[in-house]
């Protein structure tokens, strides 16, 4: 790997696809040492599931190694990844053919293919134009395909890629350029949401580690004013329902006690209430009224 994002890039990608297959960093390819980024199996069983993670699910839905770079891979660095995927593919047919031998079995044919996915923050515009690659009508714009089944190669330049959810954890693994306004498209996500849980720790992580060091580059730092600006906001948000929540317990509370009846739609309508300023006033009035009226003018 090549830079500090290339960790947070291994980290997101398997963490979001080990729980479906097998998914190995740092993975060792010989003939000489070599290492993939990241090395997946697909779990049969749970393919349905791996649909949750949008594309990155899709690129994985067969055996495959990932290879990401945070900005633009030059033609040296598309060689290097396909001789480690040439490498894969050929240790996958032998490991076949002695299965399949061991079982008195004729030779697979398909089950030991093996596909290589390039994820490039920025566009190789040389490569592409070299190779005479196109965007694949099948796939969202920004994925290329090379080598038909001869080679399954694809090349996915991520700030080509749509903005939306189904993309969100190829563009955080993309990083570079990337990373900061995807962290801003994580804070926006529900709290339950799925890529939100993948990311959101290590994306911490990875903002304590870059804190922690002298100099950022520019990117590194974009990433870390994301961070500081949407999860404090977030935490700022978190706040504000916290307190909206305990105004509301609060007047509910105070009418119980002095025995005041509450409607349920008297009751659906404090619930509904986010303004804080409006639920002190009801819990003023809630201290020293008769009736659910007094409490809660229907005119405000």
């Known amino acids: 790997m090549r830079n500090r994002f290339d960790q947070l890039a291994k980290q997101i990608g398997q963490k979001a696809l080990d729980r479906f297959g097998v998914a190995v960093t740092q993975d060792a390819i010989n003939s000489e040492t070599q290492y993939a980024d990241l090395r997946y199996e697909p ?43 040439l490498t894969v593919w050929q240790q996958r047919v032998r490991e076949a053919r002695s299965e399949s031998k061991k079982r008195g079995e004729p030779p697979p044919q398909e089950s030991a293919v093996s596909f ?3 994820i490039a923050a920025g566009a190789p515009t040389t490569l592409l134009a070299k190779l005479k690659l196109e965007c694949s009508s099948d796939w969202p714009a920004g994925i290329y395909l090379f080598g038909d089944d001869v080679l399954r190669v694809g090349i996915v330049v991520a700030s080509q890629l749509p903005r939306d959810r189904t993309t969100l954890l190829v563009r955080l693994m993309a990083a570079g350029s990337l990373l900061a306004p995807a962290v801003k498209e994580v804070a926006a996500l529900p709290p339950d949401a799925y890529e939100r849980a993948i990311a959101e720790p290590i994306l ?18 974009e990433f870390i004013m994301a961070m500081l600006k949407s999860w404090e906001e977030g935490k700022a948000e978190a706040r504000a329902e916290a307190r909206v929540e305990e ?12 025995g ?12 509904a209430e986010k303004d804080l300023d409006q639920l002190t006033r009801w819990l003023e009035k809630a201290a020293v009224a008769s009736t659910i009226g007094e409490a809660i003018d229907e005119q405000e």
């Open 43 to 85: 779990d049969p069983a749970r393919q349905a599931e791996r649909g949750r993670l949008g594309l990155l699910g899709r690129l994985a839905a067969s055996a495959c190694i990932i290879e990401v770079y945070s900005d633009a891979p030059n033609a040296d660095e598309f060689r290097a990844c396909l001789t480690k995927h």
């Open 116 to 118: 290589l996915w390039i």
């Open 204 to 221: 911490l992580q990875f903002q304590h580690i870059l804190g922690q060091s002298p100099t950022q580059d520019p990117n590194e730092q």
């Open 260 to 271: 005041i009846e509450v409607p349920e739609a008297a009751r659906e309508r404090i619930l």
């Open 247 to 258: 105004r509301t317990e609060a007047i509910l509370t105070v009418l119980r006690v002095r």
